[in-house]
């Protein structure tokens, strides 16, 4: 028997394309969130199951990043209005907004939510205390520049409670020792960085850049860097949390979701999206991933199609 079809549940509300998308950590009673990121300025909350809970108003610009805490009550989002704001996610108010010099493009929030990282297209990584909103940000620099790369930075990550990781359009990982404010150590990878994402499962940080996509040990300890080159550049890229036996990504230049293997072995591509696909993400349980795309809808897709899971019946009989 042929094996079922993937249906993806389609996501709609944002009226602009989709930038970035961010699960929350799986938890206790098994269910997870979704928050996603849009041009239309209105990061949105979503249940594991893709329904709608709530938007976050109050952005004047379009948002490129927002993530949430690990119990899900905060959200931290980044925006071309030049401010990252921090959200409660039960009322939908905004508790403050921190003003930046230009776009910021990537927001991080500490493990105990006491903290929040940003950057973006000043080039700096700004940590702010979220118990002293109003105390002025540090800045992380190698040489007292103020500066922390020589090109916009996509994406800024925490591990663990004293490690931030940014990595920019200057190929560079940078990791940040965030007691004494100092580089710990950085990786070159020649190309502009397009992603960088945490996979809190495998402690890995997963990486896009030109036609790669590469696993790196989240804290730098020895272990060898995954890198498969791919036929196309991907815009983003999500392992597996679990089986950590595939990966799907994104692309700019055509319309499609790919599951490869970690060979590289291309195992599915996935059609239904109407434009560039910008971001994907495995959801913390490993039964779904979601994409993001120009077209301004989320899409969800089962890792086994014709498995019942969330809004998902069971095909395995209908011999579809």
Not at 39 to 47: A, C, F, H, V
Not at 122 to 141: G, T
Not at 175 to 200: A, G, H, Q, V, Y
């Amino acid at each position: 028997m042929a094996h079922p079809k993937s249906v993806p549940l389609v996501a709609p509300g944002h009226t602009r394309p989709v930038t970035h998308l961010s699960f929350s950590a799986l938890q206790d009673d098994g269910t997870f969130v979704l928050i996603s990121s849009c041009k239309d300025g209105n990061p949105m909350l979503r249940e594991w199951t893709g329904d709608w809970i709530g938007t976050f108003i109050g952005h004047k610009g379009a948002v490129w990043s927002s993530k949430l805490s690990p119990d899900t009550s905060r959200a931290a989002s980044g925006s071309a209005d030049f401010t990252a704001k921090i959200w409660d996610t039960y009322t939908g108010e905004a508790l403050h907004s921190f003003p930046h010099n230009h776009i910021v493009r990537s927001v991080a929030l500490s493990p105990s939510s006491s903290h929040l990282l940003t950057g973006g297209q000043e080039k700096k990584v700004r940590m702010f205390d979220l118990r002293r909103p109003d105390a002025e940000a540090d800045i992380f620099s190698e040489d007292g520049s103020g500066i922390s790369h020589n090109g916009t930075i996509k994406s800024v990550v925490w591990v663990g409670e004293h490690t931030g990781v940014s990595a920019a359009e200057d190929g560079l990982i940078k990791w940040w020792d965030l007691r004494s404010r100092k580089l710990t150590t950085s990786l070159d990878f020649k190309n502009p960085i397009t992603s960088m994402e945490l996979s809190p499962q495998t402690n890995r940080l997963v990486v896009t850049a030109g036609r790669t996509v590469s696993f790196i040990p989240a804290l730098p300890n020895g272990n060898q860097t995954h890198s498969l080159t791919l036929q196309y550049s991907p815009s983003s890229a999500s392992i597996h949390p679990l089986l950590q036996d595939r990966f799907v990504t994104g692309s700019i230049n055509d319309e499609w979701v790919r599951v490869h293997d970690l060979s590289g072995e291309e195992r599915d591509v996935l059609k239904g999206h109407h434009g560039p696909v910008h971001c994907v993400e495995f959801s913390p349980d490993g039964e779904m991933f979601a994409s993001g795309s120009e077209d301004g809808t989320i899409r969800l897709w089962q890792t086994t199609p014709g498995k019942s899971y969330g809004l998902w019946q069971g095909s395995q009989n209908n011999g579809s």
